[in-house]
């Protein structure tokens, strides 16, 4: 069998041949010359126009002469059959978004299939399938906005507006070089290309994210933005307020519907999001120490009734987590720490403008 070597080697001697040819025919046509060229019936017309047949081509960019080569990349996924009720579906959401003007129809090489997915309230949410493009996408290293560092941006705030921003993505126009990459077939046999930013694709939330962060930066002292969430917030005068941050209700209810876990990738499930919530359980790390030995390779399987109990407890801190007041960077701090053989714990605590202790973070480990 040719080895990889051999075959390139093989490959540049034939290259090598070519440029030997190539060198042979260039001698032959310099030996050549005017005077060697005056017996044919042709030498008055060849020298009238020898501006046509240069003995070197310019060293310059060549004129564009209508072809230019191009390269197009292979992002092709077969459109599957659907339900008559979703291809209507479909079809009614293109018909829209041609009138909007956001979609056209297309000719592009590229193309990802169209499907419906139900959504929890009613109705159909379109999805493309842009899987093959994605692959090929080079990730935006745009940065995540960070909850907590907008949370405690509002601690003087005693007033709060939440806006989310409608079609949030629609509102982004495509670069024209790049809408025939956006190709979408549908099960009606039609292929259509966005002119504004479709979802599904792998850079739209950065690229989104990147937009609203430039368009509100003037202001982002008092409406920082969250993707598609923008808050607005303002300290009304003489007025103050005990309000503070907890954990997502739902989320809660979430961890206290768990069932007791009866291996190891369930308890997984369980700590993944409970240690989510951990900052707003003091001493978590300690409350989970049983839970996580099971965790570990040389431990067997065996959920004891101390395991019941950590469990139990993990869903009650939640269940009962005070609201933790928003850090006020302009006044002071102090930590009230705690320990013992196996875990560690701390509490960032402030006074509030009553003089009471107020948690602002709790960490363990």
Known sequence: MTSEAEELRQRFAGSATESEDTLSAKTRFEEQSWDSLKSSPYYEILREHRDVLPDEIPVVLPQDKGIQHEIDLYCVTRQWPLPREQVKVIDDFFKSRRKAGQVRESKSPHSAPTFCVKKPQG??????????????????????????????????????????????????????????????????GMLWEWLVMPQELKNAPATFNRCVTHLLRSVRDFAPSYFDDVYV???????????????????????????????????????????????????????????????????????????????????????????????DQDRPFHVVCDASDFAIGCALMQLDHEGRDRATYYQSR
């Open 123 to 188: 109705g159909w949410r379109i999805v493309h399938a842009y899987n093959k493009l994605n692959d090929a996408t080079i990730p935006a290293q745009t940065p995540i906005p960070r909850k907590d560092v907008i949370i405690d941006s509002m601690s003087k705030s005693t007033i709060y507006s939440a806006l989310d921003l409608r079609d949030r993505f629609y509102q982004i126009l495509m670069r024209e070089n790049d809408t025939p990459l956006t190709a979408v077939s549908t099960p009606s």
């Open 233 to 327: 917030h303002s300290r009304a005068v003489n007025e103050k307020t005990d309000n503070g941050v907890r954990p997502d209700p739902e989320k809660v209810r979430v961890i206290n519907e768990w069932p007791t876990p009866s291996n190891v990738k369930e308890l997984r499930q369980f700590l993944g999001l409970a240690t989510y919530l951990g900052k707003y359980v003091d001493n978590y790390s300690g409350k989970i120490r049983p839970l996580s030995q099971l965790l570990k390779k040389e431990c067997a399987w065996i959920w004891t009734a101390e395991c019941q109990q950590a469990f139990d407890a993990v869903k009650l801190g939640l269940a009962e987590a005070p609201i933790l007041v928003v850090a």
